[in-house]
């Protein structure tokens, strides 16, 4: 048995498709109850529905086999995984963003909100610039407004959000998408399962 942990909500309903299309189906999990564990044997799985942010560490730690992850929390987190397939799906950018009409005081220290404060602070480092970073864990949009920040790091997927709330792109930092991930421990003992769903997974994307 392989165990997958799936990331809940938009993601993780594309990931289950492409698992279901090449043949990891498990039907119980469209039920609509409470249940965090599904599985089904005669496709050799079982799915653990976890919180996007936690599927590598589930995975590190070798409580799931494998999962699926977005690039962004792996390039935060950096956990101890093998990375095999990029998955093509769940595609957006890490992006700086700032109020329309902004202008950089290169002056003095420049305020950056976000929850991605690895990707943050490297990505400063490599310019030189010198930060204060404001670590948030959700609505980062809101910093710049409320005058907290500067500017922020942050996903932008549709741009909607930008939009909406008068922010703009004003520098791609990197493209993301899903992962594919698998525990190192898992790679060796369940090789054969993890191949063959692999070598599934690569025809189906390709
Ligand atoms: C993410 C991200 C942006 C939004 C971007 O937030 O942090 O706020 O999606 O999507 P868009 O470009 O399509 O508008 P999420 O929904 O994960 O919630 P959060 O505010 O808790 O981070």
Do not use: W
């Not at 279901?20 to 079982?46: H, M, T, W």
């Not at 929390?73 to 998955?87: A, C, H, N, Q």
Request: charged share 25%.
């Amino acid at each position: 048995m392989l165990n997958i942990a799936l990331p809940k909500g938009r993601l993780g309903d594309q990931v289950y498709k492409l698992f279901s299309s090449i043949g990891y189906e498990c039907a119980a999990i469209y039920q609509d109850n409470r249940k965090l564990v599904f599985e089904n044997p005669d496709n050799q799985v079982r799915y653990l529905l976890v919180k996007p942010s936690d599927v590598a560490i589930y995975v590190e730690y070798g409580a799931a086999d494998v999962g699926v992850v977005g690039k962004d929390i792996l390039l935060e987190s950096r956990p101890d995984v093998y990375e095999l397939l990029d998955l093509n799906i769940g595609k957006c950018r890490l992006c700086v963003a700032a109020p329309d009409g902004y202008v950089e005081d290169r002056g003095r220290v420049l305020r950056v909100a976000t929850k991605f404060a690895h990707v943050a602070r490297d990505y400063y480092a490599g310019l030189g610039r010198e930060i204060e970073l404001i670590k948030l864990n959700g609505s980062i949009e809101l910093a710049p407004i409320l005058g907290l920040s500067d500017v922020i790091v942050d996903i932008v997927e549709s741009g909607k959000t930008l939009v909406e709330n008068h922010l703009h792109v004003e520098q791609e930092i990197v493209p993301i998408s899903a992962r594919f991930i698998v525990n190192r421990s898992s790679y060796l003992f369940k090789g054969d399962l993890i191949g063959a769903m692999q070598a599934k997974l690569t025809e189906a994307i390709s």
